[in-house]
């Protein structure tokens, strides 16, 4: 059974950094992309950032490039997201998602099948 539990979050001020980490089992990584998503209170659930395979391209939304990284480790089965100069906008609940490589669809999160139960993030001061 496929699944996935993230990890990571919690409160931090303004300018701050958080790495998140998003457990995989029941599947190899290797064959699977990944993506995180938000959702913040009242909006709808957002793309963050896509990744397909270690070295391959990476998708980033407008709002996050340069200031968040995702990556992965096939050998531990682990996603990470380290988020840098951290805004309060970027307060939300962190998803991390995947699908199988075989399917396409960008970052688009009507395509990822499989998704965790999520980390809250807050930035505040």
């Known amino acids: 059974q496929l699944q996935l539990v993230e990890s990571g979050g919690g409160l931090v001020q303004p300018g701050g950094s958080l790495r998140l980490s998003c457990a995989a089992s029941g599947f190899t990584l290797d064959y699977y992309t990944i993506g995180w998503f938000r959702q913040a209170p009242g909006k709808e659930r957002e793309g963050v950032s896509c990744n397909s395979c270690s070295g391959c391209r990476t998708n980033y939304a407008d709002s996050v490039k340069g200031r968040f990284t995702i990556s992965r480790d096939n050998a531990k089965n682990m996603v990470y997201l380290q988020m840098n100069s951290l805004k309060p906008e970027d307060t939300a609940v962190y998803y991390c998602?995947?699908?199988?490589?075989?399917?396409?669809?960008?970052?688009?999160?009507?395509?990822?099948?499989?998704w965790g139960q999520g980390t809250q993030v807050t930035v505040s001061s």
């Open positions: 998602a995947a699908r199988h490589r075989s399917v396409v669809g960008a970052c688009a999160q009507e395509t990822f099948g499989s």
